[in-house]
């Protein structure tokens, strides 16, 4: 069972959850847009018994303080001071969507701090069409204000986030969703092209691979971050 905490990270709240052995390696897990740690609940067992496993809530959603200061180089710079605050020094980092995003800005600024990355089914950070969306209706478990400042950032991305991706040294994974996902899968391919050390696996589930299916996401996962205990053969192409 995950032990639920908080830390202060330069006057804002951050909680997370953590489950793993004291003594393992850290491995860092970080949600996609209005998602909480709790999206993980489904593969972090499986992590777990291999590494010391770090659920974040990212500003804005879930437990974490909700600022109304907005932007994905913010968040960032979180996920920069949680590891410090924590003593937690070179990390497995695994993102998702906007957590993917916030993961590779990370590892662009700080490559000596990631052992080794996973990025579920993020593109390489070029324009797109921007649609305004739409507030649901009742309370959320996020706050809307942040919605509406990273989906700026994600239509009209910074030049320099898609120039630096060769700063990245972490050996990078990219569990792409196939032709169910919206996220343009050329995208994804390009990423894994500009990465340094970058590879694509595909698990045709759409976006929410590691929802779907569990089971083919962390028999990838797990294969690419340790070779020597994988199955002989996997159901992921």
Request: some cysteine.
């Amino acid at each position: 069972m995950a032990d639920h905490c908080t830390v202060d990270i330069g006057g804002i709240r951050l909680a997370y959850q953590v489950s793993g052995a004291a003594d393992a390696s850290p491995l860092v897990l970080v949600h996609a847009l209005g998602e909480n740690a709790a999206d993980w609940d489904n593969v972090v067992t499986a992590f777990a018994h291999h590494w010391r496993v770090y659920a974040l809530d990212l500003r804005g959603h879930g437990q974490s303080d909700w600022p109304g200061d907005y932007s994905l180089e913010l968040m960032r710079d979180d996920v920069l001071g949680f590891l410090d605050a924590l003593a937690l020094d070179r990390v497995t980092l695994i993102g998702h969507s906007l957590g993917g995003l916030v993961a590779y800005l990370f590892a662009e600024d700080h490559p000596e701090r990631v052992e080794r990355l996973v990025l579920e089914d993020v593109p390489a950070p070029f324009p797109r069409e921007g649609i305004t969306p739409v507030r649901p209706d009742g309370p959320l478990s996020f706050d809307w204000a942040m919605v509406l400042a990273v989906r700026k950032q994600i239509d009209d991305p910074e030049p320099a986030w898609l120039d630096r991706l060769d700063r990245i040294t972490a050996p990078t994974l990219i569990v792409a969703g196939g032709p169910q996902s919206h996220v343009p899968q050329d995208r994804i391919a390009e990423m894994a092209r500009r990465v340094p050390d970058g590879r694509v696996v595909t698990i045709p589930a759409g976006h929410l691979v590691h929802d779907a299916r569990p089971h083919e996401f962390t028999e990838a996962v797990l294969a690419f971050l340790r070779p020597a205990e994988a199955p002989p053969r996997s159901r992921t192409r």
